[in-house]
Nanobody, 125 residues
Framework: QWQLVESGGGLVQPGGSLRLSCATS????????IGWFRQAPGKEREGVSC????????NYADSVKGRFTIARNNLKKTVYLQMNSLKPEDTGVYYC??????????????????WGQGTQVTVSS
């Protein structure tokens, strides 16, 4: 079974930036789209962004379009989420997962495999 490990979260002021990393092992990364998801306290997990296996296609939730950028380096087996102009409503635990999400369908049944431990992002002054 493959593993995905998220890192890069932290506390940042509104308007600030963070770059999250999703390190993968045990899979041929080119073969899988990777999605970033987040879960705020008391809310359901939601999809944020998705990137195709070779990085030629991406998808973004409306709430993050123009602020977040997803990228991948398959040689390093890592997927990134650059988050700029952060807002308090971006606060939550961020997860990456292999998922059939390029069409913008981030439902749990489209996630392949298990979830990692996530990384906490807190946007607060």
């Amino acid at each position: 079974q493959w593993q995905l490990v998220e890192s890069g979260g932290g506390l940042v002021q509104p308007g600030g930036s963070l770059r999250l990393s999703c390190a993968t092992s045990g899979l041929t990364l080119d073969d899988y789209a990777i999605g970033w998801f987040r879960q705020a306290p008391g809310k359901e997990r939601e999809g944020v962004s998705c990137i195709s296996g070779r990085g030629t296609g991406t998808n973004y939730a409306d709430s993050v379009k123009g602020r977040f950028t997803i990228a991948r380096n398959n040689l390093k087996k890592t997927v990134y989420l650059q988050m700029n102009s952060l807002k308090p409503e971006d606060t939550g635990v961020y997860y990456c997962a292999t998922a059939l999400c390029l069409t913008g369908d981030y439902r749990p049944e489209n996630v392949i495999g298990s979830w990692g431990q996530g990384t906490q992002v807190t946007v607060s002054s």
